[in-house]
Structure formats: structure tokens, C-alpha cells
């Protein structure tokens, strides 16, 4: 078996035109806010996070080394893309996700109401089962740029299995 940590932040502006954020999407949800990612892609930062889970289980290049942020091929760009080529990759090492634990954390909005759409979203892309997947969602006690609503923040642990 073989483990691997994702990590992503974005910062949160209000939707544009008001600021720079994109509409609000996570783990491939749309969720209505007033505040959204700034990213060069769709600034997905729980896809990201998975995709870094497993490239780095892998010990292939990171996210940002296969989809730079100055390739225009990936501006405002589904991040499900990005999942989905760790996916392949995972495949083809001969693994699949033996389980994978994703922590996000934000003021707002709360994830929670959208926990099992999310996860379900997720086993899709990845085309394993949901009950492999755990996400929990935290807040930052109102704390530090991502307490006061400026960025948004994920953590992905990853176990990856030899596949039968
Ligand atoms: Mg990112």
C-alpha cells in the first residue's frame, strides 16, 4: 500500500464582478455563496487536494507541475480533469483508493448539508465506492484568514491498495 497528503489553499473574494472569485464549487459541487476561489482553474480546493493525495502517494509530479496555472488549456478549467488523470495514473500503477479521509476548512459556507453530495461527486470521478471516501468539515474559529472568511483551506490523507 501506499499513502499520500494533499494540501491546497485559495483565498475567497466576493463573486465577480464584485471581486475575483469564481463561483463557489467544491469537490465538484456548485454551492451558492456570495464569495468564491480565486484560481486559475475553477480554484476547486478539495479536488486539488485529492489530486495531490494521490499523485504524491504515487511519487509522481504534483498538480502543478501536470497543469501549470500559466497553461491557458486550464484556465477556469473543470478541476474534475485534473482527478480524473490521477485516476489513470493510479490505474496504471496497478492501485485504487483503499480509503481517503478530506478535512475542509472554512467560516462559510457550512459543508456539512452538502457532505454526502460532495463524497458522492468525488467516488464518481474516481470511480470507487462512496464508503471509501470520509470528509469533514471544519471552521477556523474565526481566526486567521480563513476565520475572517478570506480563504478557504483542505487536508487529504490517502491510502492507496494494489487492485486484485
Ligand atoms: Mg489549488
Known amino acids: 500500500m501506499r499513502i499520500g497528503h494533499g494540501y491546497d489553499l485559495h483565498r475567497l473574494e466576493p463573486v465577480a464582478p464584485a471581486g475575483r472569485g469564481r ?11 456570495d464569495r468564491g476561489p480565486v484560481g486559475h482553474s475553477d ?3 478539495l479536488l486539488h487536494a485529492v489530486t495531490d493525495a494521490i499523485l504524491g502517494a504515487l511519487g509522481q509530479p504534483d498538480i502543478g507541475q501536470l497543469f501549470p496555472d500559466t497553461d491557458p488549456r486550464w484556465e477556469g478549467g473543470d478541476s474534475a480533469m485534473f482527478l480524473a488523470e490521477a485516476a489513470v495514473r493510479m490505474r496504471a500503477a496497478g492501485y485504487e483508493i483503499g480509503n481517503m479521509d478530506m478535512t475542509v476548512i472554512c467560516e462559510r459556507p457550512k459543508v456539512g448539508p452538502r457532505k454526502s453530495e460532495i463524497v458522492a461527486r468525488i467516488a464518481q470521478i474516481l470511480g470507487c465506492p462512496a464508503d471509501r471516501l470520509n470528509l469533514k468539515g471544519k471552521t477556523h474559529e474565526k481566526v486567521d484568514a480563513v476565520g475572517e472568511g478570506r480563504a478557504i483551506e483542505t487536508h487529504v490523507v490517502a491510502l492507496l491498495v494494489k487492485s486484485c
Not at 467544491?26 to 454551492?31: A, C, E, P, S, T
Open 23 to 33: 463561483p463557489f464549487i467544491l469537490g465538484g459541487v456548485r454551492i451558492d455563496h
Open 43 to 45: 480554484g476547486d480546493v
